[in-house]
């Protein structure tokens, strides 16, 4: 199997219809908190699930149009909000027991201008009999309606059957827009149009001759707007000493060496206690979209001022979005004579998780650095899209596991039986054991450390899934050397390093 993409397939609908019961059913264990009480989820949740050979990841999501008691109704809705940004097929649940509510005719419209796939799933058909009941959902406007039970096991197969379809059918949608209108004429405009909406204001259909998109965050005044300058060579962005001027994600395409790329600019991050006004939030809002449809980010730091909250924050929301990253310090001519080793040390004990996160020192006003920047930016995206043999990365986790075997748990010894690739960007490994709740943290971080080490993907954060291995397939990995893998061999972005260059 090709790596690729993992599609992901959101499931969304309003409170206590059965998502995380859905949700754990096809994930094929616990996962999400099922309670009868509305609002349990707030968390996007995923897992691992494989329906044929296929690997799709699912998104559990908190109920929609709900008035969170706790007051946080926003975070819930922009946690929404992100997985269906990121789905390549959202399934909208309802319950067939308590009847079609105002809550889920909201929801119903709130989706209806999103151009992708959307599969009304009626949840709680727990006998035939209830089938019936499904009829009046048709109002929706969603078709087919898929009635299943997560109690009780029904319509399985079917519904991942229709999300198969419904992946293949999208595929083409992209590659030939009258395939809608062939496949619904009555929405095909509506469906168009939004698409055509979206590649403005999201710009996730980017030209397929760009070569990278780069988004570039930061609190407000650290220097994004003169480093796009710098890289676009061009005013493109008003540039101002008044912190706060971006106030929108602005999409700047400029070439480089015969290739183009898109610098995406975005609104200076506040505090949340510090936003003052709408446009203030709907700008942290398109700022961490930018995120999520950028192939690499850079993290904008202002030597004159302490890493703040604001950018642990978003250090941890561009990592949790799996995403290439990149410090950069900018202004750093304001800084000699320090050296860039002092501050580049203070940035590895800030964020010790992110070892393996480059570090930049660039002063955009003159261009010092700026090109270095694009190049290892360029390199970063190149290792995010690596493909690695199952045969290399069996050779790597059989050295690890003698190295260092997986500790006692439940008086039980944890196994792993093989590792493979799935997909790219991020990097994704699934490594198929006797029990994946055998394996602690800390194993699974020595595990990641070691693929790091010896694997092309030095710089960029990785996805490791563990999987339960079907009795009649366990083959354990064979220990045919006990000589280790070799390093893969560092170049200017090996782990932990960075651009320490005084400029």
């Known amino acids: 199997m090709t790596p690729t993409r993992i599609p992901v397939i959101a499931i969304v609908g309003r409170p206590n219809v059965g998502k995380s019961s859905l949700f754990n059913w096809l994930a094929g264990r616990r996962i999400a908190i099922v309670e009868p009480t509305a609002g ?126 419904a992946l293949a059918g999208n595929h083409q949608a992209k590659g030939d827009p009258s395939s809608r209108i062939r496949k619904n004429a009555g929405q095909a405009s509506r469906i168009l149009a939004n698409a055509a909406i979206d590649a403005v204001t999201d710009g996730a259909n980017a030209p397929a001759d760009v070569a990278m998109k780069l988004a570039i965050v930061g609190r407000r005044n650290t220097g994004k707007s003169t480093f796009i300058n710098s890289l676009a060579q061009a005013e493109r962005m008003i540039v101002s000493e008044v912190p706060g001027t971006t106030r929108d994600s602005v999409d700047v395409r400029f070439e480089r060496d015969g290739q183009s790329f898109i610098a995406i600019d975005t609104a200076g991050v506040r505090r949340k206690r510090s936003i003052q006004s709408n446009v203030e939030f709907y700008s942290l809002a398109r ?93 970063l995206h190149k290792q995010a899209a690596a493909r690695v043999s199952t045969g290399e990365l069996n050779r790597v986790l059989n050295w690890a596991m003698e190295q260092q075997s997986p500790p006692l748990r439940q008086n039980r010894r944890p196994k792993i039986f093989y590792v493979t690739q799935v997909a790219v960007h991020p990097p994704t490994l699934v490594l198929f054991t006797n029990g994946p709740e055998l394996f602690d943290n800390t194993y699974v971080r020595y595990l990641e450390t070691t693929f790091r080490d010896h694997l092309p993907f030095h710089d960029v954060p990785m996805k490791l899934y563990l999987r339960n291995k079907r009795r009649e397939d366990k083959q354990p990995i064979v220990h045919e050397s006990r000589k280790g893998p070799k390093k893969q061999k560092a170049g200017r972005s090996a782990r932990g390093s960075g651009l320490w260059k005084d400029v």
């Open 287 to 379: 700022a961490e979209r930018s995120i999520r449809r950028a192939d690499v980010v850079l993290l904008f730091l202002d030597p004159k001022q302490r890493v703040s909250k604001v950018d642990k924050q978003l250090a941890s929301y561009i990592l949790e979005q799996h995403k290439p990253a990149m410090f950069v310090v900018n202004k750093w001519d304001l800084m000699r004579p320090m050296a860039t080793g002092e501050w580049g040390q203070y940035i590895r004990a800030t964020f010790p998780s992110l070892e393996f996160v480059a570090i930049a020192f660039i002063t955009a006003k003159n261009g010092k650095n700026v090109q270095t920047v694009l190049n290892l930016a360029q390199h």
């Open 40 to 165: 349990v989820t707030r968390d996007r949740l995923t897992a691992l699930i494989q329906a044929d050979d296929q690997f799709l990841e699912l998104m559990d999501t908190g109920g929609m149009e709900m008035n969170d008691e706790s007051g946080l109704t926003p975070q819930v809705e922009r946690q929404i909000q992100a997985a269906i940004d990121l789905a390549a097929v959202i399934l909208f649940v309802v319950d067939v027991r308590a009847g079609m509510m105002p809550l889920d005719e909201a929801v119903a419209n709130r989706l209806r201008h999103i151009a992708k796939p959307i599969l009304c799933v009626v949840n709680k058909c727990d006998t035939p009999a209830l089938d019936a009941q499904a009829a009046e959902f048709f109002k929706l406007g969603y078709e087919p309606l898929l009635c299943v039970s997560a109690m009780q096991g029904r319509g399985k197969e079917e519904l991942l059957s229709q999300i198969r379809r």
